[in-house]
């Protein structure tokens, strides 16, 4: 078992900065109503929440560890869910075709950025829970 690179595992938190911090900015600078901004902000919350919770749903299915299926559904739905209420938002919304394509573009780099993160932290203690059992193997 390895441990990511050093490289991925920053690359994945600028991924994941850039993009919320990109989307945060054009909130805040955005010409909008306060609940118009409330509504982005929660879909990008519940966006990296849910494709995390789904990320781990899916490697704990892959390393046989038992899930739900209802958690594994919902964890599917959820995410599906946070896209399309972007993407819906985003149509109705009375903003430039350019803002609509720099949110979505900030949503979909902070997602990755947030998902790229998870699993560099879980397997960077997976290397090191082997690691620290090939020791007390050996002696």
């Known amino acids: 078992m390895k441990k990511p690179s050093n490289a991925f595992i920053a690359a994945s938190w600028v991924a994941l900065f850039t993009g919320a911090i990109s989307y945060f900015i054009g909130l805040w600078n955005a010409q909008m109503q306060l609940n118009e901004k409330g509504y982005y902000f929660t879909v990008l919350m519940f966006g990296l929440y849910s494709a995390v919770s789904l990320q781990k749903a899916v490697r704990d299915q892959l390393e046989e560890i038992p899930v739900t299926t209802i958690y594994y559904g919902i964890s599917w739905f959820s995410t599906i869910l946070s896209i399309l209420l972007l993407v819906i938002g985003l149509w109705n919304a009375t903003?430039?075709?350019?803002?609509?394509?720099?949110?979505?573009?900030?949503?979909?780099?902070?997602?990755?950025?947030?998902?790229?993160?998870?699993?560099?932290?879980?397997?960077?203690?997976?290397?090191?829970?082997?690691?620290?059992?090939?020791?007390?193997?050996?002696?």
């Open 95 to 139: 903003i430039l075709y350019s803002e609509k394509g720099f949110y979505g573009m900030s949503f979909t780099l902070a997602l990755f950025g947030a998902v790229s993160v998870q699993k560099n932290i879980r397997d960077s203690r997976s290397a090191e829970n082997f690691s620290e059992k090939k020791i007390q193997e050996q002696e």
